[in-house]
């Protein structure tokens, strides 16, 4: 029998006043995954996420979180969901205990579970040192795991991280990420939003391209590279009959004769595979091969038109 989707999205539309901000987006997220929703600011990434978190209900569509209709069942998905925004919910004047405690005391646990659930999530997200300490005396990144700490507090089969780790440092972004791998593995759901290509490429398991309020992309970030061109192999070679004979070879090929290199064009392994058997034949033999292959801004660039810095939105025509 087929596993439920965590998330099913069908035809969901919204607009703030006259202006569409959805427009028609489909989407369906596998439990158990990470799933990364692309786009600059103003594609609707954060509307997204209000919507399926209950937060904004949709102008239209067919929408399941958590195994619950979104439309009749809001209280049994906020039961089963947490939300941790691009803004942080940590009160600075709180301790890091007592931040945790709170949000136990708010899902209602007995008091002796909460204060256990809140030592665990200390410990889990290395912050029982800084426990008795305020929040606010926290550096950024200790902030963002604290939050994070509090949106688990009530045990989430699913969660929304809206541009996490927006703000941080590298070192304190790479923590996070470190978190969110082993959240995954427990089979927590993570559904993210976020402009940094690099972080859907080290997260996610499946990545949608939002724009315009249209979902213009979907795939893994190894079959989002594919859609673009540019992929090719450079083969170095000692000498420079090496490099004429593999040129003569592969008249695709593009020979530097000063770098001693002939670029190819390729996408992937059976591409590789023919190009080694082609110079293999032609007895020209590489001393070194290294692979391009497009990464996920070159994928956005060119699905879009712009940068996911861009800070206006406009309409991409449907895919």
């Not at 994070?148 to 972004?173: H, K, N, Q, Y």
């Not at 996610?204 to 590279?225: E, F, T």
Request: net charge negative; glycine share 10%; hydrophobic share 40%.
């Amino acid at each position: 029998m087929a596993t439920e989707p965590a998330i099913s999205v069908a035809d969901l539309h919204h607009a703030y006043g006259t202006r569409p901000v959805l427009r028609g987006v489909d989407l369906d997220v596998a439990p158990g995954t990470v799933f990364a929703l692309l786009g600059p600011n103003g594609a609707g990434k954060t509307t997204v996420v209000k919507i399926l978190s209950t937060l904004v209900r949709a102008d239209a569509g067919r929408l399941r979180v958590a195994g619950h209709d979104l439309a009749t069942e809001p209280d049994a998905v906020r039961a089963a969901i947490g939300v941790t925004g691009q803004f942080s919910a940590v009160d600075g004047l709180l301790t890091g205990t007592e931040n945790l405690q709170l949000m136990a005391d708010l899902h209602h646990l007995p008091r002796a579970r909460g204060r256990a659930r809140t030592r665990e999530l200390l410990e889990q997200f290395d912050l029982a040192d800084a426990a008795g300490r305020p929040a606010g005396s926290y550096s950024g990144g200790m902030r963002r795991r604290l939050d994070l700490a509090m949106t688990l507090v009530g045990t989430p089969e699913l969660i929304f991280l809206d541009e996490p780790t927006t703000g941080l440092d590298p070192r304190s972004r790479r923590d996070l990420w470190t978190t969110v791998r082993a959240l995954v593995q427990t089979g927590v759901t993570v559904f993210l939003t976020t402009q940094y290509l690099e972080e859907a490429d080290q997260l996610a398991d499946d990545v949608g391209v939002l724009d315009g309020g249209r979902l213009v992309a979907r795939g893994s970030p190894a079959h989002l590279k594919t859609l673009v061109p540019g992929g090719h192999v450079r083969a170095r070679f000692a000498g420079h009959d090496d490099l004429a004979a593999a040129a003569g070879a592969v008249p695709a090929g593009v020979p530097d004769p000063d770098a001693l290199t002939l670029q190819v064009p390729a996408t992937g392994v059976p591409d590789l595979r023919a190009l080694l058997d082609r110079l293999d034949a032609a007895g020209a033999a590489p001393d070194e091969l290294t692979v391009h292959t497009p990464d996920l801004d070159d994928v956005f660039l060119a699905l879009t038109g712009h940068a996911t810095s861009t800070e206006t939105t406009r309409e991409v025509p449907a895919p």
